[in-house]
Every structure is written in C-alpha cells, then in structure tokens.
C-alpha cells in the first residue's frame, strides 16, 4: 500500500496549489488530506470517499479548498486557493474505511503518504 503526495511548494498570499495523491494497492475507500504546521497537531482538511463521491471540508478551508478524484489515475487532488500564511504546513494524504462521521479524525487513518510541504508567504 502506498500513498505519495506532491504539488506542494513556496506561494504568495492569495496564490494558488494543486496538491495529488497516486495511491496503489489501497483497500481503504476514503481518502483524506491532512495538515501539520511544525509544533502543532495534525489537522483534517478534507476527505473524500472514492466510491460514491461523498466530500467533507473543515470549517477553515470551505470556499478555498476542493478536493477532488480521478479513479482512473488512482489520484485524489486538493485544489487550494486564496492561500493564507496560517496554510503553511506539511500537507499529507491518507487512507481510511473508517465510518463517514468519523473520516476527520486522523487516528482513523492506515495508511500516509510522506507528505508535501505548502509554504504561503507575504
């Protein structure tokens, strides 16, 4: 089972990301982006299911964030935009068949890629 995560990078304030994660060898069928900004926990941005579509946001990235799926590609996307500092962290994919109320808890979560780092700067 593998999960690699790219797109991260250095943006400007109100800038623009597309983040990818290629998964292989999965049996879980919810996908989810999590962040982690140095000293602080890991946080839920987004999920989505890969089967059915279903798609859950956390309050902070609602109206920025979309995440989205290529089943063909085996690839889930996190398209970012008006990117604020407080986005700044290391951004990391995983896998989960947890229930749907509970895919924004990150212990729920198998399998991680290593991560991407997303830097917004002024």
């Known amino acids: 089972v593998q999960l690699q995560a790219s797109g991260g990078g250095l943006v400007q304030i109100g800038g623009f990301l597309r983040l990818s994660c290629v998964t292989s060898?999965?049996?879980?069928?919810?996908i989810g982006w999590f962040l982690q900004a140095p000293g602080k926990e890991r946080e839920f941005v987004a999920a989505?299911?890969?089967?059915?579509?279903?798609?859950k946001y956390a309050d902070s990235v609602k109206g920025r964030f979309t995440i989205s799926k290529d089943n063909s590609k085996s690839t889930v996307y996190l398209q970012m935009k008006l990117l604020k500092p407080e986005d700044t962290a290391l951004y990391y994919c995983?896998?989960?068949?947890?229930?749907?109320?509970?895919?924004?808890?990150?212990?729920?979560?198998?399998?991680w890629g290593q991560g991407t780092q997303v830097t917004v700067s002024s």
């Open positions: 989505i299911r890969r089967s059915g579509g279903n798609i």
């Open positions: 060898g999965l049996s879980g069928d919810t």
């Open positions: 995983a896998s989960t068949r947890t229930i749907w109320s509970l895919v924004s808890d990150p212990s729920k979560y198998n399998y």
